[in-house]
């Protein structure tokens, strides 16, 4: 689908210039049908307020609305491509990590945690468990992973923990291979792996 910008202007405010554009563009005679436009909002309460000026409207001109599709830009990705399993969700990532963290050689485990929490430490397990979350999701957004920091690392003069970031791939392969045994995904590594395969496609006006 080809991409066409349109910029509303500052006058007024932004979602009652949305509002008005897509019934301008969208609506015909007595009828608003919007139900094949996709909407992208910062927030949901945005998209509630959006659908509360379309309804106003619709209602002082008469006409029947079909509402339009109305998501956030958190999960608009997800609207790009086919999920083929569920999504795991924070804490089931948070926690599979931990687990994975805790399951590692201690030897090989030093080279990313200098002290390894002893084994009936859950909270520190977790703790960790988070902090590779949030790392895994940081390169993530920018459509890389750990692997990816070995081998940019290695063209980088003076980058001296290639061993560290091999452990690191090490904990994120097995991460990934045990929520696939449990029949989830991960949303970060779907989106890059939809990115990378030509899997991302836009079927409604946006």
Not at 39 to 58: F, K, M, N, Q, Y
Request: net charge neutral; hydrophobic share 40%.
């Amino acid at each position: 689908m080809p991409i066409r910008c349109e910029f509303l202007g500052l006058e007024r405010p932004a979602l009652e210039s949305a509002a008005d554009y897509l019934l301008g563009q969208f609506a015909d005679g007595g009828a608003a049908d919007l139900r094949d436009v996709q909407v992208v909002l910062p927030s949901g309460r945005a998209g509630r307020r959006l659908l509360e000026i379309l309804v106003d409207r619709c209602e002082s001109q008469r006409r029947v609305l079909t509402q339009p599709n109305i998501t956030t830009v958190g999960r608009f990705p997800e609207l790009l491509y086919q999920a083929k399993q569920p999504f795991a969700d924070d804490l089931v990532q948070q926690l599979t990590w931990a687990k994975v963290l805790k399951e590692f050689d201690r030897g090989r485990l030093r080279t990313v945690v200098a002290q390894p929490p002893d084994d009936d430490d859950d909270a520190r397990w977790r703790e960790l468990g988070r902090l590779l979350q949030s790392l895994h999701r940081e390169l993530a957004s920018d459509a890389l992973d750990f692997a990816d920091v070995v081998s940019r690392g290695r063209n980088l003069e003076g980058f001296t923990e290639t061993q560290r970031w091999q452990t690191l791939t090490a904990l994120q392969q097995k991460y990934l291979s045990t929520l696939d045994g449990l029949k989830l995904w991960d949303r970060q590594t779907a989106r890059r792996f939809a990115i990378q395969h030509g899997e991302c496609e836009l079927r409604k006006p946006l």
